[in-house]
């Protein structure tokens, strides 16, 4: 397996992504990578962006995959939170364009996993 660091950027890096949003998206994302057979290995986030610790089989198209999850997770909250989000784009807009994604090794998952869980803590951890 591999392990990716993923990160999306809410459009226009606007502070739409309330707690509920933040819950939903996790559930989202772990519904989508479980029928792509991936596995979501942690999931965080603060207002105008989210990051995830994906497991992938090494041969899966990284982008298609990326482009899917940055499709349906939109499309799904756009559908589920469509008066909150039409305070905020008034065209189908959600995620950014860019994205990052890095692969991760052993050595630092448990560095990028306590990075992920401290989104949105008061204290940031100290690298």
């Not at 610790?53 to 899966?60: E, M």
């Not at 559908?79 to 991760?104: C, D, I, N």
Request: net charge positive; hydrophobic share 40%; proline share 3%.
């Amino acid at each position: 397996m591999l392990r990716l660091h993923v990160v999306f950027v809410t459009k226009y890096r606007r502070k739409t992504l309330t707690p509920e949003l933040l819950a939903y998206l996790h559930e989202a994302f772990g519904e989508i990578l479980k029928s792509w057979r991936c596995e979501l290995i942690e999931f965080g986030g603060e207002e105008d962006h989210v990051h995830l610790l994906v497991n992938i089989h090494p041969a899966l198209n990284i982008s298609t995959l990326i482009n899917n999850l940055k499709t349906a997770s939109a499309r799904r909250s756009r559908s589920r939170f469509a008066e909150h989000l039409s305070q905020f784009y008034w065209k189908p807009h959600f995620w950014h364009r860019a994205y990052f994604v890095g692969t991760v090794g052993e050595v630092s998952l448990e560095t990028i996993r306590r990075y992920i869980q401290a989104q949105n803590a008061e204290e940031k951890p100290s690298r």
